[in-house]
T-cell receptor, first 116, second 112 residues
Framework: GAGVSQSPSNKVTEKGKDVELRCDPI?????LYWYRQSLGQGLEFLIY????????KSGLPSDRFSAERTGGSVSTLTIQRTQQEDSAVYLC??????????????FGSGTQLSVL | GESVGLHLPTLSVQEGDNSIINCAYS??????FIWYKQESGKGPQFIID?????DKRQGQRVTVLLNKTVKHLSLQIAATQPGDSAVYFC???????????FGTGTLLAVQP
């Protein structure tokens, strides 16, 4: 596709359930980021993938959060045993990383996660 | 930790006027800055970027100014239009980190 695609666009789940959020980056983009955005707030860095390098997981808030990127393309963010404070918009972004990975990030529209 | 902050959380302007959105950053090692626009229900959209070896960069109707002495960044929008209404974020990065640090955002409201 022409842009970063995220699915689902909305997810409502019950507390304690696991959820998986998917991100399809722009074709050819080697860097992929996950951010979290709470209502009316800025973007909180979660995790970063670049090529075959080990991901930077330093932003993951707890061990209930994990992410993987298969084949250097599609990424899945998994939240286990969801809590109400996990409710937020989860944004994925990718970049061509010609110079640095964090330049000119292109964002998807996000997944709105609501934990009841 | 390091942070990027905005002076004005909400900015209201008349259609056709120029808008100036300000941003302060605290990491003197930051050498790359980006402005993003986020409309309701959408992800942030890249507007313009600037490296620390520049003081000014112009795009279409937008100009970014960087003052490294006082660690200040601004976004100027010429002839503001209703379609410019959105939340604007500045973001910074520098050194060895691959992270972009985002500010909390400024809501720009364009009055007809």
């Amino acid at each position: 596709g022409a842009g970063v695609s995220q699915s689902p666009s909305n997810k409502v789940t019950e507390k304690g359930k696991d959820v998986e959020l998917r991100c399809d980056p722009i074709s050819g983009h080697t860097a992929l980021y996950w951010y979290r955005q709470s209502l009316g707030q800025g973007l909180e860095f979660l995790i970063y993938f670049q090529g075959n390098s080990a991901p930077d997981k330093s932003g993951l808030p707890s061990d209930r959060f994990s992410a993987e990127r298969t084949g250097g393309s599609v990424s899945t963010l998994t939240i286990q045993r969801t809590q109400q404070e996990d409710s937020a918009v989860y944004l994925c972004a990718s970049s061509l990383a010609l110079y640095r990975a964090n330049e000119k990030l292109f964002f998807g529209s996000g997944t709105q996660l609501s934990v009841l | 930790g390091e942070s990027v902050g905005l002076h004005l959380p909400t900015l209201s302007v008349q259609e056709g006027d120029n808008s100036i959105i300000n941003c302060a950053y605290s990491n003197s090692a930051s050498d790359y800055f980006i402005w993003y626009k986020q409309e309701s229900g959408k992800g942030p959209q890249f507007i313009i970027d600037i490296r620390s070896n520049m003081d000014k960069r112009q795009g279409q109707r937008v100009t970014v100014l960087l003052n490294k002495t006082v660690k200040h960044l601004s976004l100027q929008i010429a002839a503001t239009q209703p379609g410019d209404s959105a939340v604007y974020f500045c973001a910074e990065t520098g050194g060895a980190t691959n992270k972009l640090i985002f500010g909390t955002g400024t809501l720009l409201a364009v009055q007809p």
